[in-house]
């Protein structure tokens, strides 16, 4: 019953954000957003009494980056503001990282792409892509930034796909998804910023964003269930 209490708040919070971002409200978004990682972070702590400690901190130091990122992120019309909000989520994703090797590490198992390197190959074909189409646009200190984080979110990517059998095929399952949905996320941040304007880009983005999120806190819990 708590549970899903909670998840109704959680509901509550998404909808309010996304009707910001529809409506074009920043009132309403800078109330709603900063509540999300919020609800992730206290969700995942609250169901956390199973999980090894050192996951826990990687995991919260990742959602409290990612937060502030969030926060930084509602005035990313200033470019100061814009390059500390890539900053603060290029920490998160770092964190990100640590916390899927680290799952890796307790199964005692081998893992995934060490034994099948080759599907690494969709990542730096990726990585590529947005080379060759996104940084010709991008003055000297972005394109420095957001090669530093696009190499960081691919390779968090990349190992959550690194624990595909590891643990838990569900946990593998919802992480793996997240971080897709992350990367899907930025890439949108991205083309509407610096190559074509996209309808409703705001709402796309937080939709994804959440789910990346939301996907990959509810997997870590799954892991330890």
Same mark, same amino acid.
């Given at each position: 019953m708590k549970k899903i209490l909670l998840h109704i708040l959680f509901i509550a919070i998404v909808v309010a954000d996304l009707a910001g971002e529809y409506l074009q409200n920043p009132q309403i978004d800078h109330i709603a957003k900063p509540l999300l990682l919020i609800w992730i972070a206290g969700y995942f702590f609250l169901h956390s009494k199973n999980i090894d400690k050192k996951v826990l901190l990687l995991a919260g130091c990742a959602f409290l980056f990612s937060w502030i990122g969030d926060l930084l992120m509602m005035f990313a019309a200033e470019f100061t503001f814009f390059v500390f909000g890539i900053v603060s989520f290029l920490v998160a994703q770092v964190f990100y990282i640590f916390v899927f090797l680290r799952t890796i590490d307790l199964s005692g198992k081998?893992?995934? !792409?060490?034994?099948? %390197? $080759?599907? !690494? =190959?969709? #990542?730096?074909? #990726? &990585? /590529? *892509? @947005?080379?060759?189409?996104?940084? %010709?646009? /991008?003055?000297? @200190? /972005?394109?420095i930034a957001i090669f530093i984080y696009v190499v960081a979110i691919l390779t968090m990517s990349a190992m959550a796909l690194n624990r595909f059998g590891n643990g838990h095929p569900i946990s593998f399952s919802l992480v793996f998804a997240g971080s897709l949905f992350f990367v899907l996320s930025d890439s949108l941040i991205a =083309?509407?910023?610096?190559?074509?304007? *996209? %309808? #409703?880009? &705001?709402? !796309? *983005? $937080?939709?994804?964003? *959440?789910?990346?999120? #939301? !996907?990959? $806190? /509810?997997g870590l819990l799954k892991q330890y269930e």
């Open positions: 081998t893992p995934f !792409l060490r034994k099948k %390197p $080759m599907w !690494l =190959i969709p #990542y730096l074909a #990726y &990585g /590529l *892509i @947005v080379y060759i189409v996104l940084f %010709p646009k /991008l003055d000297m @200190v /972005l394109s =083309i509407n910023r610096f190559l074509i304007e *996209i %309808p #409703y880009e &705001g709402l !796309l *983005i $937080m939709i994804t964003y *959440i789910a990346a999120q #939301y !996907l990959i $806190m /509810l």
